[in-house]
């Protein structure tokens, strides 16, 4: 048999290649125009800060995490001077962010001493309250309200005439962040909770195990399918970590709860 014929494809064949080629080719067209619509979607004076944030999740995730702080400092100045974040829910992602790192590293870093652990584990608390500060004083303010109260709110803050939205979709832009507002309100509870939940492991490494116990319940309040805590707790009151099985770990409660809605 020649090469030829080895290699010779059939009509069939060909058919079937040139509708896989066709549907992939569309796929990457789609997803291109669509992450490109969600791309100009986002409020672009704090446009930056995102992509520090988005670096540090890509950067962080160890006893190393510190070293990515700066990261997450950039985005908070950012935060800091545009109208409408200086108090949002970003700013207590950054101080959460901040605590899980130095407890990380106080927990898992071998080389560090007792003094230098529970010097970690402080400052990781001091993290931690700060983000829970600003997490319900957001909630306080803004979680009562309609979506056409939040869109009332929202005009003073983002204005049209701004050089920042210049070739940009104001509407739109300002219609996303109103969605992002809308959704916060229902995810920031699950913030909140997995601040306290950092704050309790912090102090039962502490061996502050009443406080522990009081804020390891505090975030099951918040947020009674958090793994985390109740696994945690577990542990403080003598018990075994709690391991989720393969239906949980693919579709955690929260994500069944949001996927009916």
């Known amino acids: 048999m020649s090469l030829k014929n080895l290699i010779e494809v059939s009509p ?24 490109r619509g969600i791309n100009r979607s986002e409020d672009p004076r704090v446009a930056e800060a995102r992509w520090f944030m988005a670096e540090y999740d890509r950067m962080s995730g160890g006893k190393n995490s510190y070293a990515s ?3 997450l400092d950039s985005a908070g100045k950012i935060y800091d001077r545009v109208p409408g974040y200086e108090s949002s829910w970003e700013r207590g992602v950054i101080y959460n962010n901040k605590c899980s790192g130095l407890l990380l590293m106080a927990l898992y870093d071998s080389t560090i001493t007792a003094s230098e652990k529970n010097t970690l584990l402080d400052l990781s608390v001091s993290y ?7 997490y319900t004083d957001w909630l306080n303010e803004w979680d009562d309200l309609t979506e056409e109260s939040v869109t009332q709110r929202m005009l003073p803050l983002m204005n049209e005439q ?8 104001f509407d739109r832009i300002f219609r996303k962040r109103v969605r992002d507002i809308m959704l916060a309100r229902i995810e920031t509870p699950r913030r909140l909770s997995v601040s306290y939940t950092n704050k309790a492991t912090a102090y039962r490494h ?4 009443d406080s522990a116990l009081a804020y390891y319940e505090k ?12 696994s945690n707790l577990s542990v403080l009151l003598g018990g075994e970590p709690m391991k989720p099985g393969i239906i949980e770990s693919l579709f955690p409660p929260d994500r069944k709860k949001e996927s009916k809605n």
């Open 12 to 35: 069939g064949t060909k058919k079937l290649l040139a509708i896989t080629i066709s549907v992939a080719l569309l796929a990457v067209i789609f997803a291109f125009f669509y992450y």
């Open 69 to 71: 702080f700066h990261l």
């Open 128 to 134: 931690c309250d700060s983000s829970i500060i600003i």
């Open 162 to 169: 701004d050089p920042a939205f210049t070739g940009f979709n």
């Open 206 to 209: 502490l061996m502050r195990q």
């Open 219 to 230: 975030a099951l309040t918040l947020w009674k399918d958090n793994r985390t805590a109740e």
